[in-house]
């Protein structure tokens, strides 16, 4: 019955039992955190007790060796010290390499350089360079107009909008020799215009109201946004003209890199190698950042930078033009050049701290247009400005946690038991799959866990088929949702169906994953990587990587679009699987849940990795290796199919991966 259908009383039954359901649940979490206050005060008074002895004061001395040891260790490596240091090493000499790859080495040859200059595309595409200044470094300015006028694709103007002091007088000197010098350039070519264009503001209006009067100087058909101390590669807006005319762009970014203020762009810093458009990354943390061009019909009816979200206001535009955009194209090439220098957001963001709330100003402004409400956005431990974003869970569905089981009593129980114990989320219903279970035991705790009316075990005949089994569960599963879940993982986040449903529930999402580790607490899964490892297919990107590391550019601590994730733990509409016809029972162990998530992300759904539910996984306990034997042949001849499948998209390569990391790692290393 529908609750608009009810009658007053039945209504008023309704309300009260949802009323009581609550109070029952807000009573369960007051006192699960009166007992951890109580065990908090507990360990705190044995570790007062601890330091105020005797024996902890005498050996601070080598405890402090030991923690220089573990940290010496853990820089190291992932498998310990001699394959740690070569890991080291090698990692060095490939960061070193890259240095020099995508530095002024990457430039054009004077024969490429000429060849980009004369190539004629089958659009008619201005670039309006947007570059606003304010008491710019004569060094910083001059390098950065060079690397503009030294464009191979010519058909740009650089629109300059000068907010400097009287103190900085020469800034308005060296734009106007720039624009004799390239006026100079351009008179053999009548047909072209002047391309540098000026103006002297009667005040500085900050970094907003400086590049919206760039914007007034305008009359490109697409507009980038330059910073005035950074640099451009030479081929840049030629790449982005490639990419416009072959794909219909109409939102451009490029990869980029840090270097030093004072040196050149070969004393790179960070290199940032991004994926392809990724809202979920967006939201959490601004990784387009440079170098941004896009079509002007994006800004109709809309400003470019707002005011109120200067420190932030390129985080606020792109959200804005790339929810507008049909078109978001990223160019996997490094071509912007960043610099890094005493009192710049790319030295450090507390230089400009009021860029933090501006920063989630934008995110907040982004999510209440897209209709989203009563949302929460804190800092992440990576960095200020990478974002935890909570979404409110629409009403209270029910989740069905499907867990296959053969046998394996000890690992059931704890799986079981960590959910019934810890989660924080009480609407969710518990499908045991049996299969084939020879001990005696493990129906005795059948009927034991079957006495919670939340827990049902219903059995499967037949040989085991991982696809085939999971299934069965999802077709007698009465939730809305259903979760996929290993019997081998036990619960260690108490909010974790709720972190998992907060992104399920989203009509944009398929599949959505959880941070699964080892018992040594390193990483088993944080999202899988399309072509990732030795057989060709898919991958675990940061495995074995400690708990405690942030990822590459942070990539831990925030949730993110990925290709796929693991069916260990994967929660998903109940509709949706069904509608994709569930899990593809040709693939009878391997493999089926990254082909589940192919066919939800080619229906139009991106799937979700969050490092916000979390668990651990011990893996491979309920079947064995992959590895060896059998289990070896069975997994190769998945893998056949699977890139048999998938081979179009496997050549494509993962959107979420860039392809200047190496498919035979899976630490984000470089490929040289």
């Known amino acids: 019955m529908e609750r608009g259908d009810m009658t007053e009383a039945e209504a008023l039954r309704y309300y009260k039992e949802s009323y009581k359901r609550e109070r029952r649940r807000g009573r369960t979490l007051r006192c699960k955190l009166a007992e951890a206050e109580k065990n908090k005060e507990m360990i705190q008074r044995r570790l007062d007790k601890i330091k105020g002895?005797?024996?902890?004061?005498?050996?601070?001395?080598?405890?402090?060796?030991?923690?220089?040891?573990?940290?010496?260790?853990?820089?190291?490596?992932?498998?310990?010290?001699?394959?740690?240091?070569?890991?080291?090493?090698?990692?060095?000499?490939?960061?070193?390499?890259?240095?020099?790859?995508?530095g002024t080495a990457s430039f054009p040859e004077i024969e490429e350089a000429a060849r980009q200059r004369l190539h004629k595309f089958d659009r008619e595409v201005k670039f309006s360079i947007l570059m606003p200044l304010y008491n710019t470094p004569e060094k910083f300015l001059r390098q950065a107009i060079e690397s503009v006028i030294d464009q191979t694709y010519e058909n740009w103007e650089l629109c300059l909008a000068d907010g400097s002091d009287e103190e900085h007088a020469y800034v308005e000197q060296v734009c106007?020799?720039?624009?004799?010098?390239?006026?100079?350039?351009?008179?053999?070519?009548?047909?072209?215009?002047?391309?540098?264009?000026?103006?002297?503001?009667?005040?500085?209006?900050?970094?907003?109201?400086?590049?919206?009067?760039?914007?007034?100087?305008?009359?490109?058909?697409?507009?980038?946004?330059?910073?005035?101390?950074?640099?451009?590669?030479?081929?840049?807006?030629?790449?982005?003209?490639?990419?416009?005319?072959?794909?219909?762009?109409?939102?451009?970014?490029?990869?980029?890199?840090?270097?030093?203020?004072?040196?050149?762009?070969?004393?790179m810093i960070t290199l940032h190698f991004k994926p392809d458009y990724a809202p979920d990354n967006l939201r959490a943390n601004n990784y387009i950042c440079h170098f941004s061009a896009f079509a002007r019909k994006l800004l109709d009816g809309t400003q470019l930078f707002r005011s109120e979200f200067d420190g932030s206001q390129d985080h606020d535009m792109i959200l804005r033009l790339t929810s507008r955009a049909k078109c978001v194209v990223h160019v996997p090439k490094l071509l912007y050049y960043w610099r890094s220098h005493e009192g710049s957001v790319a030295s450090d963001i507390n230089a400009k701290s009021y860029a933090i709330e501006a920063a989630?100003?934008?995110?907040?402004?982004h999510l209440t247009a897209q209709g989203f409400k009563n949302f929460e956005i804190t800092s992440t431990k990576a960095f200020e400005t990478i974002f935890q974003i909570k979404y409110e869970i629409l009403g209270n569905p029910k989740v069905s946690i499907v867990i296959p089981n053969r046998d394996h009593l000890e690992d059931l129980t704890r799986c079981i038991s960590s959910i019934v114990e810890r989660s924080t989320y009480d609407n969710y219903e518990i499908i045991v799959i049996e299969n084939n279970s020879c001990r005696d035991e493990v129906f005795a705790y059948y009927k034991e866990?079957?006495?919670?009316?939340?827990?049902?075990?219903?059995?499967?005949?037949?040989?085991?088929?991982?696809?085939?089994?999971?299934?069965?569960?999802?077709?007698?599963?009465?939730?809305?949702?259903?979760?996929?879940?290993?019997?081998?993982?036990?619960?260690?986040?108490?909010?974790?169906?709720?972190?998992?449903l907060m992104y399920a529930q989203r009509g944009d999402v398929g599949a959505v994953g959880a941070k699964l580790y080892y018992e040594d607490r390193t990483i088993q899964h944080a999202g899988v990587v399309l072509g990732l490892g030795a057989h060709g297919t898919a991958g675990h990107s940061h495995y074995l990587v400690d708990s405690r590391n942030l990822g590459y550019m942070g990539r831990l601590c925030?949730?993110?679009?990925?290709?796929?994730?693991?069916?260990?733990?994967?929660?998903?509409?109940?509709?949706?699987?069904?509608?994709?016809?569930?899990?593809?029972?040709?693939?009878?162990?391997?493999?089926?849940?990254?082909?589940?998530?192919?066919?939800?992300?080619?229906?139009?759904?991106?799937?979700?990795?969050?490092?916000?539910?979390?668990?651990?996984?011990?893996?491979?306990?309920?079947?064995?290796?992959?590895?060896?034997?059998?289990?070896?042949?069975?997994?190769e001849k998945e893998s056949a199919l699977f890139r048999e499948k998938w081979k179009e998209l496997l050549e494509q390569g993962d959107p979420y991966y860039n392809p200047n990391f190496s498919l035979e790692r899976s630490d984000f290393a470089l490929k040289i």
């Open 176 to 267: 106007r020799e720039y624009m004799d010098k390239d006026k100079q350039y351009l008179r053999p070519r009548s047909s072209l215009y002047c391309r540098i264009l000026y103006k002297k503001l009667e005040k500085n209006e900050g970094i907003s109201g400086n590049t919206n009067a760039c914007l007034s100087l305008a009359s490109g058909n697409y507009i980038a946004l330059f910073d005035h101390d950074d640099v451009l590669h030479p081929s840049v807006l030629y790449e982005y003209m490639k990419v416009i005319c072959e794909k219909g762009a109409d939102y451009i970014y490029c990869d980029e890199a840090t270097f030093k203020g004072s040196g050149t762009i070969d004393d």
């Open 53 to 102: 002895s005797f024996l902890w004061r005498a050996s601070k001395p080598l405890r402090t060796l030991f923690h220089k040891v573990a940290r010496m260790k853990e820089r190291l490596g992932y498998y310990g010290s001699l394959k740690g240091i070569a890991r080291k090493i090698n990692a060095k000499m490939i960061e070193r390499q890259a240095r020099v790859q995508h």
């Open 558 to 635: 925030y949730a993110q679009n990925v290709m796929a994730v693991t069916g260990a733990c994967l929660m998903m509409q109940k509709a949706l699987y069904e509608e994709l016809g569930g899990l593809d029972e040709t693939f009878a162990v391997a493999l089926n849940d990254v082909d589940l998530c192919i066919r939800a992300w080619k229906a139009g759904r991106v799937n979700v990795f969050t490092p916000f539910a979390e668990l651990y996984h011990y893996e491979s306990a309920s079947r064995g290796s992959d590895l060896a034997g059998k289990n070896a042949e069975r997994y």
């Open 360 to 365: 989630k100003g934008a995110v907040a402004a």
């Open 449 to 500: 866990i079957q006495k919670n009316p939340a827990i049902r075990v219903i059995t499967y005949e037949g040989e085991f088929n991982y696809s085939r089994v999971n299934n069965l569960g999802v077709a007698q599963a009465g939730g809305e949702y259903v979760l996929l879940l290993n019997n081998d993982t036990a619960v260690i986040t108490p909010d974790w169906i709720e972190e998992l």
